[in-house]
């Protein structure tokens, strides 16, 4: 089976989730979960980027490390478990990116480091120092699908050498993926699994992201799904592909079937659910240099969310103050209270608004429904083909299917109810 169900423990526990808005502020803690933001200045320019047209904060150098340091210090109750270095393109902040993070690799030697690059900065003195710090890192490619984001790193004779010097490196160790992300020309989860595993002829290959990407300009409008047929071509070869099974590699994949299963034979309530990236939690915080806590690592201080309020929400000398109010928690929009695929979506990027959220919310149904009907099949031998409630017919049918028979006599119609609330 491409799908084996682990066994399953209760993982949830009934606790006080923060629903966050506008009128309910997000707070922050000693995060287990530090994310620094180094600036946004990236030497590429990808088409869907979330971060394309944020408003840059004015740039920090080395020269504000120590500062930087003085202030966590004095600032965390705890040793982070995990710290992420993001961008913009991380290593165009090479300079300030190395004595930061030896400084916090001697301050806190068992915390996780990570970054995500698109990797045409590697070479064999980076990548050893890379190493040596204990990164993870993740190489953002889309496989056959990059030439539609952008530039392609692979082309570049020393660009290649430097991902594949870094792939040989930390693969054996599982800390290395290329993060692929799914959009309107890069529909196939196979096709990008076999491109990798092309690439890196790595038949233990793990590919991070794997979503349908949230848009967040007319970049990320232009790469999304575009008409319900559209969408219905995508969720029918997405299931295929899940039924196939050739996408194993895709973290993704693995973790919505699990994810699925979870929920189901756990029972587990909507009512426990923050949102998918995190963000909204206390103990997930990101901060630039200057000590800005920010909504998280895609914005700046600087940028206004779309609801008008401030990307800005606080500094770290002073936590207790912070208050996240530029997003909203998914129980407070009315689309995802009747969503069946809420246990795994959880409400798309919590910023967004209006026409973008309407489009993230579309992409992230159709990404998300094909693996709720290949969980439901795989617990029960039924196939889902429609969900009934309050939902639009282009999602309550799931595959296009309406023009069939529904009533056929082969057909054996068992009701599953499904509940947010
Ligand atoms: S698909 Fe849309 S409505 Fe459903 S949970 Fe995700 S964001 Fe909410
Ligand atoms: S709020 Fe979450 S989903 Fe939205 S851009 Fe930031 S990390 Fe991504």
Not at 150 to 161: F, I, K, M
């Amino acid at each position: 089976m491409p799908w084996p169900l682990p066994y399953v423990e209760k993982t949830w526990s009934v606790g006080h989730i923060e629903a966050i808005s506008q009128t309910m502020p997000g707070r922050k803690e000693s995060p287990k979960v530090l994310k620094i933001q180094l600036g946004l200045s990236c030497n590429y320019s990808c088409d869907y980027c979330s971060q394309r047209f944020v408003p840059h904060a004015e740039e920090t150098t080395q020269a504000d490390v120590p500062q930087f340091l003085h202030l966590l210090e004095s600032s965390l109750e705890r040793a982070p478990e995990r710290i992420e270095f993001w961008g913009g393109e991380p290593l165009v902040y090479i300079k300030t990116l190395r004595p930061l993070a030896e400084a916090l690799r001697q301050r806190y030697p068992d915390a996780s480091f990570s970054i995500v690059t698109n990797g045409s900065l590697l070479n064999p003195e980076v990548n050893t120092w890379l190493d040596v710090m204990g990164f993870g890192v993740g190489v953002s490619h889309d496989g056959p699908g990059q030439p539609a984001r952008g530039p392609d790193p692979l082309d570049d004779e020393a660009s290649r050498e430097g991902i594949m010097d870094l792939y040989r490196r930390l693969a054996p160790q599982g800390r290395i993926s290329f993060n692929a992300m799914v959009h309107r020309t890069n529909t196939s989860r196979e096709e990008i699994a076999k491109f990798f595993l092309q690439l890196t002829g790595d038949p233990s290959l793990s590919i991070g992201e794997g979503s349908f990407v949230d848009p967040y300009d007319v970049g990320g409008l232009a790469n999304s799904i575009q008409s319900e047929q559209e969408a219905f071509e995508f969720r029918r070869q997405s299931l295929e592909e899940i039924r196939r099974g050739r996408i194993v590699h895709l973290d993704v994949a693995r973790s919505r079937m699990q994810e699925w299963a979870r929920s189901i034979l756990e029972r587990r309530p909507a009512s426990v659910l923050g949102q998918k990236c995190g963000m909204d939690t206390a103990n997930q915080v990101a901060v630039d240099l200057m000590g800005n806590v920010l909504t998280c690592q895609n914005v700046s201080a600087v940028a206004v969310a779309p609801n008008g309020q401030s990307h800005h929400i606080g500094h770290l000398s002073n936590l207790e103050k912070v208050a996240l109010r530029s997003s909203t928690h998914w129980s407070h929009r009315e689309e995802c209270l009747n969503c069946p695929v809420l246990q795994a979506c959880k409400g798309a990027c919590m910023f967004l608004e209006g026409p973008l959220w309407t489009a993230a919310c579309d992409n992230a149904y159709s990404d998300h429904v094909p693996f709720f009907v290949a969980a439901i099949e795989h617990l029960t031998g039924c196939a889902v083909y429609r969900i009934e409630g309050d939902l639009p017919e282009g999602r309550a049918d799931v595959f296009g299917l309406k023009s069939q028979d529904q009533r056929s006599p082969r057909r054996k119609f068992i009701p599953i109810k499904v509940s947010n609330a």
